[in-house]
């Protein structure tokens, strides 16, 4: 089992507590379970207080005993109730908070409107930005454990060839490459912060049904299999000369990267070969670009540029009014974190940032090509962690 180390948890927690207190924010209450996780080491059913000077807090419901083993924190203490977290907080010594943090971007109203009788005398404001800050930047421990994710999919990917069968359904395939991504060890559960936003493994899909519209807040969507979950892979038989997209997220000890490949039965119309070229010269033209202090909205319209050059402005992410504002986005412990190089965005790359890259055209009654690839901002540039080869595999 791989646990935090406390020295990473101690980092983690001392820079959130740096700005709190530049905020004037006494402390902040973590109760979303990946930033708990992030912060603790565990993903308990917990809250924890962090003060803005001083140890943190983790307040356990179940299971404590698993808590205790998971986590490198010095203070763990059982949590009977809700009710009971503002004892324990000055039981160990701390005051009351007079402003308290908490994650208003995805904390339910029913919970806040609790926390706001528990503490009748503090104020409540968001720090989920300043979380969402925290995490941003990768340490050399993280990148480690996205490095293994990489490695996941990977191997996943040289084996889906040997997956795709003629006559197949999408459904069957997505099958097929599931199991072999469980066998190689993927955790097989997507963490997305948006709300509503939902994914099981990715999008597997091929032809038209590829570019089928969704709630998806992506390029691709599909039909799915039931109104119920209105995207990804569907009943419908691959057919001959078409593309098959597989972008399934890897996930390993929670950290997730993002890879999308194209496979197809014979080969593809000359038009959708063009324009999967296109994906890699505008992949190409946005990491020319990435270093440190590149702004994350200039690099989104610098490949919005390279897709109009191309003539294909109205299929770029998506075909219109239905176009995805972005073209990477930043990966991690959840599936949409920032960086994201979208339109409007104003913010710099920095050092240990991480995005995935995924320019994608898309073609209505015919399919969807595109190319995904996770990167780690570094001093001099990028450096790719998902290195199996871009080449559309004919078979």
């Known amino acids: 089992m791989t ?43 917990s809250h924890l207080y962090i003060p803005a000077q001083g140890k943190a807090l983790l307040m356990t419901r179940k299971s404590f005993e698993r808590a205790r083993q998971e986590s490198n924190l010095d203070n763990i203490v059982p949590l009977t109730s809700v009710k009971n977290l503002p004892a324990l907080i000055q039981e160990t010594g701390l005051p009351l908070p007079k402003t308290l943090g908490l994650e208003l971007d995805v904390l339910p109203v029913n919970n806040y409107l609790q926390y706001t009788k528990l503490f009748p005398e503090t104020t409540l404001v968001d720090v989920s930005g300043l979380i969402k800050q925290v995490r941003l930047v990768k340490s050399g421990y993280e990148l480690d454990l996205l490095r293994e994710a990489a490695a996941i999919m990977n191997r996943v990917h040289r084996q889906v060839p040997g997956a795709i069968k003629q006559g197949m359904t999408e459904l069957e395939l997505a099958s097929a490459v599931e199991a072999i991504a469980r066998r190689e060890g993927h955790e097989g559960f997507v963490r997305m912060r948006a709300f509503n936003q939902e994914l099981y493994y990715g999008h597997l899909l091929s032809g038209a049904n590829a570019a089928v519209s969704s709630f998806f807040d992506g390029p691709t969507g599909g039909i799915g299999l039931s109104p119920a979950y209105p995207h990804s892979a569907s009943n419908r038989v691959i057919e001959n000369n078409r593309p098959i997209i597989v972008d399934y997220v890897g996930v390993k000890n929670g950290y997730i990267v993002d890879l999308t490949r194209v496979y197809s039965i014979g080969a593809l119309p000359e038009k959708l070969v063009s324009a999967f070229e296109g994906t890699l010269a505008i992949q190409e033209a946005v990491l020319s670009a990435v270093r440190p202090g590149a702004d994350c909205g200039a690099l989104y319209e610098l490949a919005v540029n390279k897709a109009r050059e191309l003539g294909l402005e109205d299929n770029f992410m998506g075909y219109t ?39 994608k055209f898309v073609f209505p009654g015919e399919g969807v090509v595109g190319i995904e690839n996770t990167f780690v901002v570094t001093d001099n540039g990028a450096e790719r962690l998902t290195t199996i080869k871009d080449d559309v595999v004919i078979l």
């Open 3 to 45: 646990l935090t180390p406390k020295t990473e948890l101690d980092n983690r927690i001392s820079r959130l507590q740096t700005l709190l207190q530049d905020k004037g924010i006494d402390g902040a209450l973590v109760v979303h379970s990946i930033d708990v996780y992030y912060f603790s080491g565990t993903l308990q059913s």
């Open 321 to 359: 009014p239905n176009q995805a504002k972005f073209v990477a986005h930043g990966v991690g412990l959840e599936l949409d974190e920032i960086p994201v190089m979208a339109k409007g965005v104003k913010a710099a790359l920095a050092a240990g940032m991480l995005f995935a890259l995924e320019p």
